[in-house]
């Protein structure tokens, strides 16, 4: 059970995230037929609420769903399910705010003509954050040896779906060898990304992540950081490939995600990186900072 309260919103009902909100027969319970985003709040507003939005509707064009809610609708919904989750915890915090929708439920099958109508289930609770010594030590990761990365062209890892075995089995790999996060390769054995976060690495002054065509989610933070982020703090970034094999002449490494934006990595297996307020990261995870405020401050409409 959760250790902090959970709001719930299925379907518009308000409820505890701990009471059964889902019929048996839903398909996202049965089969991982689901699609989901999470968002957080900056300053109190959603951050990059259209980013998400569009990449929730790709991700449903990706498994044929048609997911019947228009974003207004959904965005009052979240708005519904802060306002319960505030006025029960009375926490003033930084919110995590996760959208899931399921083709719905049906007559047992794989057939997905046997669904009704879409279901979706908003959950809302406190931002998860890092520990200082993890901000100030970097996290550790370990590389997967036992599984790869799922191919594209089996179940791309760019839709954002339910199915998150292959991520879950390849983190509790590396948490089994005492790290934070695992680093997955590709069947050609090459760098990916985390278990729930992409990954950057800096060599002379300007980061590498691998490109979106290694078989990795197109992160939202990832995007902004190389789309304008990076620049705004003078610091150059590149999609390339990414081998294991170079990961000894990296000088930082960091991951990013939208609930724990940047953080440093302090090693990979045997490999340390620098860590430290005079690093590339740090300097990248303050130009965020900049940005989400500027963000916050152009949307009063998104405040939550």
């Known amino acids: 059970m959760p250790t902090h309260y959970i709001q719930a919103n299925t379907n518009g009902r308000l409820h505890s995230a701990t009471e059964p909100s889902i019929a048996p027969l839903n398909r996202g319970f049965l089969y991982g037929d689901a699609i989901y985003e999470v968002w957080r709040t900056y300053h109190g507003v959603i951050f990059a609420w259209d980013q998400h939005w569009v990449r929730l509707q790709s991700s449903a064009r990706a498994l044929h769903m048609d997911i019947g809610f228009v974003p207004e609708h959904i965005l009052g919904e979240i708005r519904r399910a802060v306002a319960a989750y505030r006025s029960r915890t009375r926490d003033g915090g930084q919110l995590y705010i996760r959208l899931q929708i399921t083709r719905g439920a049906g007559a047992i099958g794989l057939d997905t ?87 950057a690495f800096v060599r002379d002054g300007g980061f590498v992540t691998p ?18 982020v990076a620049a705004s703090a003078g610091i150059k970034g590149e999609e390339r490939t990414v081998l294991p094999g170079e990961l000894g002449s990296m000088d930082e490494c960091f991951i990013l995600s939208t609930t724990k934006d940047i953080v440093p990595v302090g090693r990979i297996d045997e490999t340390a990186f620098k860590v430290g307020p005079d690093t590339v990261t740090a300097r990248l995870k303050a130009a965020f900072a900049v940005s989400a405020l500027a963000y916050a401050e152009a949307h009063p409409e998104l405040a939550a």
Do not use: H
């Open 113 to 199: 003509a046997l669904a009704d109508k879409a279901d979706f289930v908003i959950l809302v609770q406190p931002c998860p954050g890092i520990p200082p010594a993890k901000l100030r030590e970097g996290l550790s990761l370990s590389t997967a040896v036992s599984l790869r990365r799922n191919p594209a062209l089996s179940l791309d890892p760019a839709w954002k779906t339910g199915n998150y075995l292959n991520n879950l089995l390849c983190l509790r790999e590396a948490r089994s060898r005492g790290a934070d996060e695992v680093v997955m390769l590709n069947l050609s054995g090459e760098v990916t990304e985390c278990a729930v976060s992409n990954i």
């Open 211 to 228: 490109p979106l065509s290694a078989g990795i989610l197109g992160g939202i933070t990832r995007s902004l950081l190389l789309d304008s």
